[in-house]
Nanobody, 124 residues
Framework: QVQLVESGGGLVQAGGHLRLSCAAS????????VGWFRQAPGKEREFVAAVNWSGGNTYYAKSVKGRFTISRDNAKNTVYLQMSSLKPEDTAVYYC?????????????????WGQGTQVTVSS
């Protein structure tokens, strides 16, 4: 079983950038595909980005493609989400999630392990 802890959230102005980290413990994160999801107040949790175990395949929501980059450093047992050109509509709690073999990368139900989330607030 793997435990996930997100960090790096905060308050940033529109157009700014943040880098979120998802640190794993308990097992090597190299055993897992990892996804980032977000949930804004009053809205459902939505897919943001995902990466396979090696980092060779990445997937992005249309709303963030070209602005966000997911990457992983298996040696550091950490997955990152680099967010640039942030918009107020990116404001949400961001969660990382992991699973060994997600079939549908964008479905939150495909991921077994979840972190507690980190708040990202983008001011206009």
């Amino acid at each position: 079983q793997v435990q996930l802890v997100e960090s790096g959230g905060g308050l940033v102005q529109a157009g700014g950038h943040l880098r979120l980290s998802c640190a794993a413990s308990g097992r090597r994160i190299s055993s897992y595909a990892v996804g980032w999801f977000r949930q804004a107040p009053g809205k459902e949790r939505e897919f943001v980005a995902a990466v396979n175990w090696s980092g060779g395949n990445t997937y992005y929501a249309k709303s963030v493609k070209g602005r966000f980059t997911i990457s992983r450093d298996n040696a550091k047992n950490t997955v990152y989400l680099q967010m640039s050109s942030l918009k107020p509509e990116d404001t949400a709690v961001y969660y990382c999630a992991a699973d060994t073999t997600p079939t549908h990368w964008t479905w939150s139900t495909e991921y077994t392990y979840w972190g507690q989330g980190t708040q990202v607030t983008v001011s206009s």
